[in-house]
């Protein structure tokens, strides 16, 4: 687990890069991965270092990554897999209220 948090731009690289044939399936390779490059950065957004990525579409859109997509992949079947939904539910509200959810991708809204 890397200390170093990532820009809000390489969460999304690598959740795009990785598509929607990974996003959902299981597969602990990518799981791994995924939980390798970017734990830090998921427990940092949980405890509020990253609030200040909400103020554009992009940052929202990574922090809603690190705290919703990121659990269920890191800690699947564990209740920690839920435990920032709260979180992720007011991020993505938020940034909803704000038109980010329009400012990206088509197939990256539904994260909001």
């Known amino acids: 687990m890397s200390s170093t948090l990532p820009p809000s731009h390489d969460v999304i690289r690598f959740w795009r890069e990785a598509g929607p044939a990974r996003w959902f399936k299981k597969d602990a390779a990518f799981d791994a991965e ?3 490059r970017f734990e830090t950065a998921h427990h940092a957004g ?6 200040a ?3 554009d579409a992009e940052g929202a859109l990574a922090l809603l990554v690190l705290l919703d997509q990121f659990p269920r992949n890191a800690w699947r079947g564990s209740g920690h897999m839920f435990a920032t939904d ?3 539910l007011a991020v ?4 909803i209220a704000k038109g980010f959810d329009q400012q990206v991708d088509a197939e990256l809204r539904p994260f909001f």
């Open 86 to 88: 709260g979180k992720a």
């Open 46 to 51: 949980a405890t509020g270092a990253l609030d």
């Open 92 to 95: 993505a509200g938020a940034a």
């Open 53 to 55: 990525w909400t103020a």
């Open 34 to 36: 995924f939980k390798a």
